[in-house]
Nanobody, 119 residues
Framework: QVQLVESGGGLVQAGGSLRLSCAAS????????MGWFRQAPGKEREFVAS????????SYADSVKGRFAISRDGAKNTVYLRMNSLKLEDTAVYYC????????????WGQGTQVTVAS
């Protein structure tokens, strides 16, 4: 089992920046990939970004490419999401997720952290 705890959400003005953190604990040695997802009110959860733990290879949704950056700190078992040039449409609950190499989908999820972008 892997436990994930997000932090860093909050209220920010449009154009501003935030950095989300996701601390992993438990059987973190089995982690293959970690990602960030978000869910806005009335919408389905959507992929934001992911990072392969061993290689650092990253992937982004088109909507955040060039504005968001995902990174990891292996020593702290923590993944970050740096969000710049925030837009109103970035408002959502952001979830951290992790999967092992054996899992076809993300099997571990955090509780979520609210990000609200105001005009």
């Amino acid at each position: 089992q892997v436990q994930l705890v997000e932090s860093g959400g909050g209220l920010v003005q449009a154009g501003g920046s935030l950095r989300l953190s996701c601390a992993a604990s438990g059987r973190t040695s089995s982690t293959y990939k970690m990602g960030w997802f978000r869910q806005a009110p009335g919408k389905e959860r959507e992929f934001v970004a992911s990072i392969t733990w061993s290689s650092g290879s990253t992937s982004y949704a088109d909507s955040v490419k060039g504005r968001f950056a995902i990174s990891r700190d292996g020593a702290k078992n923590t993944v970050y999401l740096r969000m710049n040039s925030l837009k109103l449409e970035d408002t959502a609950v952001y979830y951290c997720a992790a999967r092992t190499q054996l899992q076809l989908q993300y099997g571990y999820w955090g509780q979520g952290t609210q990000v609200t972008v105001a005009s």
